[in-house]
Every structure is written in C-alpha cells, then in structure tokens.
C-alpha cells in the first residue's frame, strides 16, 4: 500500500518509514506541513501518518482541515505528543481518523495504519463476513465452521466480527478495547486476552486448524491458513 | 499600603475614597435636614404673614367696592384700633401718593409704583422694623398699602440661620473626622491581608490572614482568603510530594532499562542475548511511559479541565459492561465477580472518566484477591443522592493507618510492592471522584477491601470530595491500590 508519513522529527520518521517498508508498503515522506499537503492533495494515498506539530507555516490540522476541505478522504492517522483528551478529540474532529499518542510502539502503529487503509478501500456494507471456512452472517447473527453452527454471547459475537473484519491484519489490545467495548483506557489486568481465549475456545478448539492466532509484542490476527 | 498611597495620588488610596464619600454623604444630609427645618419654622411663619395679609387686603377691597372711599378709611381706623399686638400696617394714600389714613408717617419711598409684594424698612412710633407689605392700586387713582411688622420674624429667623450654619460646620468637621475614622479603619483591616499577600509572595506560604472572630463581612473575606491559602499550601506539598515520588518511581525503571542495554553492550555472546535486553529494556520503558500518562490523566482530570465534556448518563449500562470485561478475567483466576446493579442508575459526569475509574478499582480487586473469592460490584442510588459504586474484595484489604494515604499518588502498602503497578491507581479514582463532587470511601469489608465510590447526578459546585478511612481493623490488611 501506499503511504505517505509527515513527521519532522528525523528519528521518528526514519524509524516510521522503514517499519512501514519492511512491512511491504510503499512510502512516502514530508517533513513539514506544506510538503506534506502537496503531497497529500496531488497524489493518491491509502493512508497518511500525520504529526501534529510541523514547521512550514501548516500544522497537522490545517493540513487535515484543507486536505478534507477539498473532499479528500484518504484515511487519516494523527500521531502526537499531544496527549490531552481534549487534543484527541479536537484531532477526531478536524478529520482524523485515529489518534496516537507519542511515545508509541511501532507493531501497534503498523497495525492501525493498515486497519485504516483496508477500511479505506471501501467496500459495501457486507451481510456476510468470511474467513476460510469460518463464515458469519451479520443479519441472522449465526456463526458457522465448517458447516457446524457455533453459539457465540453477544460480546463474543463482535469480537469475532471485529477480528473478521480486520481478517488477515494484526490487531492489537487497544484496538479491541476501542473498537469492540468503546474504552479509551488501558486495564491493568488482562482482560481482553481472557476474552478472545474464550473465543478460542468455541471459533478454535473443535477444529483442527486454528485460525486465531497470537502476534508476539503486537496482538491478535485470524487468519485463514493457505493450504 | 504605606507604600501604595507614598506611590500614588491621595484620591487613588480606597480608605481615602470611602472616607470622602462617608463625609460628603454626612454633610449632605445635614444640609438637608438644615433646609427642612428652616423651611417648617422660619418659612411657616413668614407664609402665615401673607396669608393674614392677603385675607385682610380682600375685607378692605369689598368695602372699598360695595362703598367707596369713606368706609374704607373707617374700616382701616377700626383695624387699627383694633390690633392688639400692633403689628398690622396700614396706609391708604391718594393718587399723588400722600397719605389719607393709616399709621405710617408717609408713603413709603421704596415702595415702588408697579411692585406687588415687598419687604421694607419702616420706622414706627420709634422703632425701627422690618415689614412685610403688599400694595394695591384702587380704581381712582387711591393707594393702599396692607403690611404686617415682621421685625420679631426676622430676628427668629437669623437665630435659625446663625444656629443652621454653625450646625453645618459641625457637621462639616465631624463628617471629615468620621471619614479619616472609616479611612484609619479601612487600612486597619486591610493592613493584615496585604501584609500576609506580600508575605506570602515573599515566600513564606504559613502566613494566614487574622480572623477577629466578629464573623463580619471582613472575618469572611479572611477566611476566604485562608482558605485559598491552604489549598494552595495542599497544591504545593502534592506537587512537592509528587515530584519526590517521580524522582523515585521513575528513576528506578530508567536505571533498570539502562543497566541492562549496559550490560547487553558490553557482555552480550551474540544477537539473542542482545535481542532480549533490548526487548526487557523496551518493556521497562513502557512502563515508564504507563506512569508518565497516568500521572498526565491525573493532572488533566484534577485540573477540571474535562467538565466540558460532561452530561447526564445510565450508570447502570457502564457498570454491566465493564463486569462483562471483568468476569471473564475473573473467573479465569478462581475468582466470582458478582454484579448487583439496578435497572437504571442515572448520574452526571464524564462516561469516559467513570468507566477508567470502576476499571481500575475492578483492577485492583482482581489482582489482590486470592482465588475461591468473590468480587462485588454493587451500585444504589437515591433521588437527589449522588450514585454509589461499591467495588468489594476478600483480599488482604488495606490496613486502617495506611487507607488515609492509599489515594495519595505512588502510595504503595507494603505487602503491594512486590505487585506489578505504579501506586497511581487509586489516585485517578479520587481524582475523577473529585471532579464529579463525589469522593472515595475505602473501608474494611471484614475481610477484605470495599472501596465506595460517589458520582453526583447533577452539574457539581465545586470539588470537593475527601477521601474517607473508616477505622474498624481487626486484621492485617496490607495491600494497596496499584495500578
């Protein structure tokens, strides 16, 4: 994928750029605010790692503002040392998409950026999610694998949604904690890996092939094995 | 304030300024009260004149219409005989002003041709006296003159008005004592809070304003004053505190990481034995930055910066999801986790917070409680109350000398330091409980912790919430509120 990262602290950005590259993305690089709105404005994009604080006269927002302004939607990742609640949410509101806050580990920034720019790629509203023989119909909420009916509580139910949607990509804790309960904290205990252990359990055990699997240092990707 | 009036103009001192406006409002009341008392004595008299005048001119006139000249000068021979008190003044004259009838010498010189009323002096069987007269031409060209000696009028009314003025003098020298009085007193009182304002940004923050214990307007200014004093005195030992404790805290994971990257340069056998330092290292880092961003949250939240975001909500909702989270975590260490909440638990205040801060008490729970335990996450609430959310354990609980402290940042019990966590737990929940004009109530479960957490349901006045230890140990309860 494409993406464009508009960072001008030197470390940060070289370190951004070459985990994106290693991580097989093509990327692009600005290091003030006006490059980075050239950029972003005549090129396509599937995603921009945004700072907030950039030299050149254009800071992180104005350029979001202008950049959503001239109705462009390429998916937006603001990455800050601004840690304020207030500041994520003036972020969210000026056209962001998500909001990261410095210092940050780079398995968690590589997995939102790619949860950013697949949802970017828009698909349709889908009634069916699917992921080798795991298939889930959205509309009668029923879970199948392999043909066999799987009982899923509620919560359990979106966490796999969750985790099929993002199918094929690493997703991290926070990313669960934020997209399947709506929690902006970090619990001290580990509840959310008590819960998709549980999922493990129902989606995993019965089957031969798991298709749940654990990321090291990052989280969790299900993932249908290529046989 | 020596200072201030050396420095600035006289009318730029306040004490001055009430003081002139003290004398000025004296002094013009007793103008006031002067004019009116001059007005009802002097003024009456002088009014009754005229009148007495003006009902005596109308009987002469009539006579002078129904018969002509003759019965005039009768009638003015008979009111002057008449007169008792010898004060009426008559005098008819004819058209070349000389006079016909009446008990003045002659026509009087300042009388004036077309004059109505008029005072003048007149000199009568030998006395000297003011009058008071009105002149009135008749048909034929004749003259009258009707009056009444005002003399005794004239000298009461100079006594009123010698007495008056010298009232007003008094008045005058009181009303400027009285205003160097309010003045003297102004400075009196202020005198003290601007000594202890200037000793205090001098430094010396134990300086407190002087309470009189009259429990005037003046008492509550000072204790207002002292109260702000003593927040700020809290202010700047929880910050004194606090940078002493990151200095610790802190210091010892950055150590820790250091030494092993140090260790890793100089004694790794190869790329594995590098690789792991760096990762633990890494690790202590993120812990280092976990404490960095709940110290931050803390802040954030103390400085009541996010009552912006606040609206009513459902407590009851939050609380049965976060159980939901917890349970699972729960059971899989051995423990229950039993939720008692009522269909609906309304409150005021920022979800976000109140979520983070049953979390971290549900944390807390989780990670000192033995397993076979149960965990209970209770709410209630009344109608105009603020909602309570009791987290209760079985654990080893806190014991009562340390219970006052566990909310205090990077508090940590003793038996809680061979836990993971950053003692920076609890000091959220006070902190959001605060800000929500509620407060966080830690006390013995018999055995165990229970952890009272209030949430007001409507916009709260002011912070105010204190943490409250219940005394009633009878165990050892040794673990705090990490996090």
Do not use: C
């Given at each position: 994928?494409?993406?464009?990262?508009?960072?001008?602290?030197?470390?940060?950005?070289?370190?951004?750029?070459?985990?994106?590259?290693?991580?097989?993305?093509v990327?692009?690089?600005a290091?003030?605010?006006?490059?980075?709105?050239?950029?972003?404005?005549?090129?396509?994009?599937?995603?921009?790692?945004?700072?907030?604080m950039?030299?050149?006269?254009?800071?992180?927002?104005?350029l979001?503002?202008?950049?959503?302004?001239?109705?462009?939607?390429?998916?937006?990742?603001?990455?800050?040392a601004?840690?304020?609640?207030?500041?994520?949410?003036?972020?969210?509101?000026?056209?962001?998409?998500?909001y990261?806050?410095?210092?940050?580990?780079?398995?968690?920034l590589?997995?939102?950026?790619?949860?950013?720019?697949?949802?970017?790629k828009g698909?349709?509203?889908?009634?069916?999610?699917?992921?080798g023989?795991?298939?889930?119909?959205?509309l009668?909420r029923?879970?199948?694998?392999?043909?066999q009916?799987?009982?899923?509580?509620?919560?359990?139910?979106?966490?796999?949604?969750?985790?099929?949607?993002?199918?094929?990509?690493?997703?991290?804790?926070?990313?669960?904690?934020?997209?399947?309960?709506?929690?902006?904290?970090?619990?001290?205990?580990?509840?959310?890996?008590?819960?998709?252990?549980?999922?493990?359990?129902?989606?995993?055990?019965?089957?031969?092939?798991?298709?749940?699997?654990?990321?090291?240092?990052?989280?969790?990707?299900?993932?249908?094995?290529?046989? | 304030?020596?200072?201030?009036?050396?420095?600035?103009?006289?009318?730029?001192?306040?004490?001055?300024?009430?003081?002139?406006?003290?004398?000025?409002?004296?002094?013009?009341?007793?103008?006031i009260?002067?004019?009116?008392?001059?007005?009802?004595?002097?003024?009456?008299?002088?009014?009754?004149?005229?009148?007495?005048?003006?009902?005596d001119?109308?009987?002469?006139?009539?006579?002078?219409?129904?018969?002509?000249?003759?019965?005039?000068?009768?009638?003015?021979?008979?009111?002057?005989?008449?007169?008792?008190?010898?004060?009426?003044?008559?005098l008819?004259?004819?058209?070349?002003?000389?006079?016909?009838?009446?008990?003045?010498?002659?026509?009087?010189?300042?009388?004036?041709?077309?004059?109505?009323?008029?005072?003048?002096?007149?000199?009568?069987?030998?006395?000297?006296?003011?009058?008071?007269?009105?002149?009135?031409?008749?048909?034929?060209?004749?003259?009258?003159?009707i009056g009444?000696?005002?003399?005794?009028?004239?000298?009461?009314?100079?006594?009123?008005?010698?007495?008056?003025?010298?009232?007003?003098?008094?008045?005058?020298?009181?009303?400027?004592?009285g205003?160097?009085?309010?003045?003297?007193?102004?400075r009196?009182?202020?005198?003290?809070?601007?000594?202890?304002?200037?000793?205090?940004?001098a430094?010396?923050?134990?300086?407190?304003?002087?309470?009189s214990?009259?429990?005037?307007?003046?008492?509550?200014?000072?204790?207002?004053?002292?109260?702000?004093?003593?927040?700020?005195?809290r202010?700047?030992?929880?910050?004194?505190?606090?940078?002493?404790?990151?200095?610790?805290?802190?210091?010892?994971?950055?150590?820790?990481?250091r030494?092993?990257?140090?260790?890793?340069?100089?004694?790794?056998?190869?790329?594995?034995?590098?690789?792991?330092?760096?990762?633990?290292?890494e690790?202590?880092?993120?812990g280092?930055?976990?404490?960095?961003?709940?110290?931050?949250?803390?802040?954030?939240?103390?400085?009541?910066?996010?009552?912006?975001?606040?609206?009513?909500?459902?407590?009851?909702?939050?609380?049965?999801d976060?159980?939901?989270?917890?349970?699972?975590?729960?059971?899989?260490?051995g423990?229950r986790?039993?939720?008692?909440?009522?269909?609906?638990?309304?409150?005021?205040?920022?979800?976000?917070?109140?979520?983070?801060?049953?979390?971290?008490?549900?944390d807390?729970?989780?990670?000192?409680?033995?397993?076979?335990?149960?965990?209970?996450?209770?709410?209630?609430?009344?109608?105009?109350?603020?909602?309570?959310?009791?987290?209760?354990?079985?654990?080893?609980?806190?014991?009562?000398?340390?219970?006052?402290?566990?909310?205090?940042?990077?508090?940590?019990?003793?038996?809680?330091?061979?836990?993971?966590?950053?003692?920076?737990?609890?000091?959220?929940?006070?902190?959001?409980?605060?800000?929500?004009?509620?407060?966080?109530?830690?006390?013995?479960?018999?055995?165990?912790?229970?952890?009272?957490?209030?949430?007001?349901?409507?916009?709260?006045?002011?912070?105010?919430?204190?943490?409250?230890?219940?005394?009633?140990?009878?165990?050892?309860?040794?673990?705090?509120?990490?996090?």
């Open positions: 994928m494409r993406i464009l990262v508009v960072e001008d602290d030197k470390d940060v950005a070289g370190f951004v750029i070459k985990g994106l590259r290693e991580a097989g993305h990327v692009e690089h290091d003030n605010g006006r490059d980075g709105l050239f950029l972003s404005a005549s090129e396509n994009f599937d995603a921009i790692v945004l700072d907030r950039l030299p050149g006269g254009v800071d992180g927002l104005r979001l503002e202008t950049l959503r302004g001239q109705n462009n939607n390429t998916p937006v990742l603001i990455l800050s601004m840690a304020q609640v207030d500041d994520r949410v003036r972020g969210l509101k000026a056209g962001g998409d998500d990261m806050t410095k210092p940050f580990a780079f398995a968690e590589l997995a939102r950026v790619e949860a950013l720019a697949r949802r970017g698909e349709g509203p889908a009634t069916k999610l699917a992921a023989d795991l298939e889930m119909d959205l009668s029923a879970v199948k694998r392999a043909g009916k799987i009982d899923l509580q509620p919560r359990e139910f979106r966490l796999l949604e969750y985790l099929m949607r993002h199918a094929g990509q690493v997703v991290t804790r926070t990313m669960l904690l934020e997209g399947v309960w709506d929690y902006h904290f970090d619990p001290q205990t580990n509840v959310i890996d008590v819960h998709v252990s549980r999922l493990r359990q129902k989606v995993d055990k019965p089957f031969p092939t798991p298709l749940i699997h654990t990321v090291r240092n990052a989280g969790y990707m299900l993932r249908a094995e290529q046989p | 304030m020596a200072a201030l009036s050396r420095r600035r103009p006289l009318i730029g001192s306040a004490g001055v300024r009430f003081g002139l406006i003290y004398a000025f409002t004296f002094a013009l009341s007793t103008i009260l002067a004019v009116f008392l001059w007005w009802s004595t002097a003024g009456l008299l002088d009014r009754q004149t005229d009148a007495a005048i003006t009902v001119a109308q009987g002469l006139l009539e006579r002078y219409v129904d018969g002509g000249l003759p019965p005039l000068e009768d009638t003015i021979e008979q009111r002057m005989a008449g007169n008792i008190d010898d004060d009426a003044i008559y008819l004259a004819d058209p070349f002003y000389r006079k016909m009838v009446g008990n003045l010498e002659r026509w009087p010189p300042s009388v004036l041709p077309d004059t109505d009323w008029t005072q003048i002096r007149i000199e009568r069987a030998g006395r000297r006296g003011m009058a008071q007269i009105r002149q009135f031409d008749l048909l034929g060209g004749y003259h009258l003159l009444r000696d005002v003399e005794a009028h004239a000298q009461m009314a100079r006594l009123l008005t010698d007495a008056l003025l010298w009232a007003v003098g008094v008045a005058l020298l009181l009303g400027s004592l205003a160097l009085a309010v003045r003297g007193l102004f009196f009182t202020l005198a003290d809070v601007s000594a202890t304002a200037a000793a205090i940004s430094g010396d923050l134990s300086r407190r304003v002087r309470v214990g009259r429990g005037d307007e003046f008492d509550r200014l000072a204790e207002t004053i002292n109260d702000m004093l003593d927040r700020i005195g202010l700047m030992d929880g910050v004194r505190q606090v940078s002493n404790a990151i200095a610790h805290d802190l210091r010892t994971p950055i150590a820790r990481a030494a092993r990257l140090e260790d890793a340069a100089e004694h790794a056998r190869g790329e594995v034995d590098l690789r792991a330092a760096i990762v633990r290292a690790a202590d880092l993120d280092v930055i976990a404490i960095f961003q709940a110290l931050l949250r803390i802040a954030e939240i103390e400085a009541g910066a996010r009552r912006s975001a606040f609206a009513p909500f459902d407590l009851a909702p939050l609380l049965l976060l159980a939901d989270l917890y349970a699972a975590a729960a059971e899989e260490r423990q986790l039993a939720p008692e909440i009522p269909p609906s638990l309304p409150a005021f205040g920022d979800r976000d917070m109140v979520q983070q801060a049953v979390a971290n008490l549900l807390n729970a989780l990670k000192f409680s033995p397993p076979g335990s149960a965990i209970r996450l209770g709410a209630s609430g009344e109608a105009g109350q603020p909602a309570r959310i009791t987290v209760a354990d079985e654990g080893p609980g806190i014991p009562e000398p340390d219970r006052l402290r566990a909310a205090e940042r990077f508090f940590r019990g003793e038996s809680a330091r061979s836990t993971p966590g950053s003692g920076l737990g609890l000091a959220l929940v006070q902190a959001v409980a605060t800000l929500h004009g509620g407060s966080l109530r830690l006390e013995d479960n018999r055995p165990g912790l229970r952890a009272t957490l209030t949430i007001g349901t409507r916009q709260p006045p002011l912070p105010g919430g204190r943490v409250n230890a219940t005394s009633s140990a009878d165990q050892s309860h040794a673990a705090i509120g990490a996090a």
